[in-house]
């Protein structure tokens, strides 16, 4: 098996009752990780991608609604919200008056349903630490779960590994702290070992619409699936027009060895690439995480490399208790499942509208998403009521959390239909009502309240 550290690993993982599938596919990652492999990749070895538009593409209704029933849904739904104070599943955060990320989802697949007759399961892939709080919040969908399919799978884990020797982390004081999830490239990993990528085919569906719980917008549109399942391609992700807030994010490229498609993550970029992966005129296109695989493909491709995807390595290095920089420094094996489009030959990528990209990762993002600046349409859709999203700057130390984000706005949200910008330094407070206009900057100025009923437009400090 290798190394002290990689037997030590092993058992841990092991003793812990970890699927062998996926105990195996960290052996993998942990000699790469052993022979220097960093993942990283050159802008050198690279050339940006074009693709076509979804808005271009013709599909018809029959295909449509054909594909859509034979179509599966998962959410990726492990994330805590550690990076807003949050200790619960992040799906559980109420959104849009009254309802949970998993509400709204919940009632988006159901609408999609009754409209076309189809039985498009709806399966969470869960971590260790959402599975019960997610199951309680949807058991008041009794009608959600499908004959034969379970609404959840577990998400691998892995023990951190101290980055001095790659041996497993101890942490007694919080055990718990000692594993950490493979990435959401364990997706084909879990689906595999939990037997479900065989269910699936034995019930008779063909595609699988993956996306995270945290973007509403990714809707199982009958388009996209129309569209997917038209294509030939066994590998697709919606992609979008990066905009400045994606500067620092990963972005799609052709390797030029072998004319690939590649996902480029930020952590797979040398400091001297930096500039290049900011160049939002170079690489153009970011992903939106909502993919589509074709699952006779996808259980082709892992019978044949013994479950193991062999999707490129991410090494994190993080602290093993996140909240505390001054615990010993670990290395995180993770994989990234858009990184899935280069195994296939075939993939394709099809350029989608940001209405199908509303991720929530901070309190900026979720100050639009319970603005005005979306409806709730039929279907539990969300409706984008403006051309353009404000760009939305809110001061760390106030609203990071939040809870402390909630407290500062304890009569409802700011109109922001007709803001371009909102940038808050310091400590407001705001009131019922008050609407911001054009591009408006708060500096900070002590502890402040902005009134009910407040106007605030351009120029206001």
């Known amino acids: 098996m290798g190394s002290a550290g990689l037997h030590k690993a092993v058992a841990k993982m092991r003793d812990a009752g970890v699927d062998e599938v996926a105990v195996e596919t960290f052996a993998h990652y942990y000699r790469l990780l052993e022979h220097g492999e960093t993942g990283m990749i050159p802008e050198s070895t690279i050339e940006p991608v074009d693709m076509p538009a979804l808005a271009d593409v013709k599909v018809s209704d029959e295909d ?11 959410k990726l739904n492990g994330g805590l919200g550690t990076s807003m104070g949050m200790d619960r599943a992040k799906s559980l955060l109420c959104v849009r008056k009254g309802l949970s990320f998993l509400d709204v989802i919940a009632r988006q697949v159901l609408h999609l349903r009754t409209t076309y007759d189809a039985p498009l399961p709806l399966l969470f892939m869960n971590s260790f630490r959402t599975s019960a709080d997610t199951l309680d919040a949807l058991a008041r969908y009794t009608a959600l779960p499908v004959d034969g399919l379970p609404l959840d799978f577990l998400q691998n884990k892995e023990p951190k590994l101290l980055l001095k020797d790659l041996s497993p982390v101890s942490w007694p004081k919080d055990p718990e702290q000692e594993w950490c999830p493979p990435g959401h490239g364990d997706l084909y990993t879990a689906l595999r070992g939990s037997g479900l990528l065989d269910r699936l085919l034995e019930q008779g569906f063909e595609r699988v619409f993956v996306s995270n719980s945290d973007n509403l917008g990714a809707v199982p549109d009958p388009l996209v699936a129309g569209w997917f399942a038209t294509s030939g391609a066994p590998f697709a992700i919606e992609a979008v027009r990066r905009t400045p807030s994606d ?6 490229a052709i390797r030029k060895s072998d004319g690939r498609i590649i996902l480029r993550e930020t952590a797979q970029t040398l400091p001297e690439d930096i500039e290049a992966l900011r160049d939002l005129g170079r690489h153009r296109y970011c992903s939106t995480n909502n993919l589509w695989f074709d699952l006779r493909a996808m259980k082709q491709a892992l019978d044949l490399r013994h479950g193991i995807l062999g999707l ?30 280069e195994v296939f030959e075939g993939s394709a990528l099809i350029e989608v509208g940001r209405d199908r990209f509303v991720p929530v990762k901070t309190t900026n993002d979720l100050l639009v998403l319970r603005s005005d600046v979306y409806d709730l349409a039929d279907g539990f859709v969300l409706d984008p009521t ?27 949200i700011p109109s922001l239909r007709k803001a371009t910008s909102f940038k808050v330094g310091g400590d407001w407070t705001f009131g019922k ?19 009910a009923d407040s106007v605030l437009s351009s120029g206001a400090h």
């Open 64 to 74: 449509a609604v054909a594909a859509l029933r034979t179509t599966a849904v998962i």
């Open 312 to 341: 490129p390595l991410i090494r994190n290095v993080k602290n093993v208790d996140p909240a505390d920089k001054k615990s010993p420094e670990v290395v995180q094996i993770e994989t990234a499942m858009g990184a899935a489009i």
């Open 433 to 451: 009502g008050v609407q911001v206009i054009g591009a408006v900057e708060l500096e900070d100025k002590g502890s402040q309240r902005v009134g």
């Open 386 to 412: 403006v051309e353009e999203v404000p760009y939305i700057e809110l001061d760390d130390q106030y609203y990071k959390v939040v809870a402390d984000f909630e407290k500062r706005f304890p009569e409802g």
């Open 247 to 252: 500067r620092k994010g990963g972005h799609f």
